[in-house]
C-alpha cells in the first residue's frame, strides 16, 4: 500500500530547463513533506520541505508547490544542471505514528549538458 | 555522514544464513529506522527505534529483527536470508522533535549493498 504516489519515474531535461516532479499523497494525517536528493552510491540528504499550512517554498533553485485542497505537491528545479543529476525522493510524515516518513518511489533525474 | 556509520558496506551470504547489519550514531539521537531501496519501490520502512529498547515494526518488517541495547547503536538482523532480501539497506536517525521554522528530516547512512545468492 504505497500511501505517497510520486511521478515520473525518470526524467530528462536539459541544461538550463526546469525539471518538475510530482508527488499525491492519501492520508490527510501527513503533517510535513520533504524532498530528498539521493547520488549513486550514497544515502539520501535531505533537500527542502514544507508545512501543509504553506503553498509554496523556495530555495535556491529549489522549489515545493503545495496543494493541499488536492492533496498534492511538486518539487521543481529552476536552472537545472548536469549536477542535479541524481535520484529525487519525496515523503511524507505523520507525527503520531513516530515521526516516520513514508516515501514515494522515486523520479532519477538526468540534465544533459 | 554527519554522524552516522553503517557496517559492513557491502556483504554477499548465501541463502538461509543469518546476517547482521549494524548502525552506529554519534548523535544521541532519539529515532532510528531500518529501511530497504529496491528500484520502483523507493524506501520502505522495515523497522523504526523510538529509544533504547523501543522498537516496532515498518511496512515490511517481515524476516527482519531488530535490537537496541544502546542509543548509539540499532541493529537489523534477516534471520534467514532469501534472495528476495536481496537489496541496499538504510539506517536513518532523527531527532524527537522538530524545531519550528527548521526543516526536520533524517539523516541516511551511506548503505549496505547485501546480496544473498
Known amino acids: 500500500q504505497q500511501q505517497v504516489k510520486q511521478s515520473p519515474q525518470s526524467l530528462i531535461v536539459q541544461k538550463g530547463g526546469i525539471s518538475i516532479i510530482n508527488c499525491a499523497y492519501e492520508?490527510?494525517?501527513?503533517?510535513?513533506f520533504p524532498w530528498y536528493q539521493q547520488f549513486p552510491g550514497k544515502g539520501p540528504a535531505l533537500l527542502i520541505a514544507i508545512r501543509p499550512d504553506v503553498s509554496e517554498k523556495k530555495e535556491g533553485r529549489f522549489t515545493i508547490s503545495f496543494n493541499k485542497s488536492a492533496k498534492q505537491f511538486s518539487l521543481h528545479i529552476m536552472d537545472s544542471q548536469p549536477g542535479d543529476s541524481a535520484t529525487y525522493f519525496c515523503a511524507a510524515r505523520m507525527e503520531t505514528s513516530g515521526s516516520r516518513l513514508t516515501f514515494g518511489e522515486g523520479t532519477q533525474l538526468t540534465v544533459n549538458p | 555522514d554527519a554522524g552516522i556509520t553503517q557496517s559492513p558496506r557491502h556483504k554477499v551470504t548465501e541463502t538461509g544464513t543469518p546476517v547482521t547489519l549494524r548502525c552506529h550514531q554519534t548523535e544521541n539521537h532519539r529515532y532510528m529506522y531500518w529501511y530497504r531501496q529496491d528500484p520502483g519501490h523507493g524506501l520502505r520502512l522495515i523497522h523504526y527505534s523510538y529509544g533504547v529498547k523501543d522498537t516496532d515494526k515498518g511496512e515490511v518488517s517481515d524476516g527482519y529483527s531488530v535490537s537496541r541495547s544502546k542509543t548509539e547503536d540499532f541493529l537489523l538482523t534477516l534471520e534467514s536470508a532469501t534472495s528476495s532480501q536481496t537489496s541496499v539497506y538504510f539506517c536513518a536517525i532523527s531527532e524527537s522533535s522538530w524545531r519550528q521554522g527548521a526543516n526536520y528530516g533524517y539523516t541516511f547512512g551511506s548503505g549496505t549493498r547485501l546480496t544473498v545468492v
Open positions: 492520508n490527510t494525517a501527513f503533517d510535513y
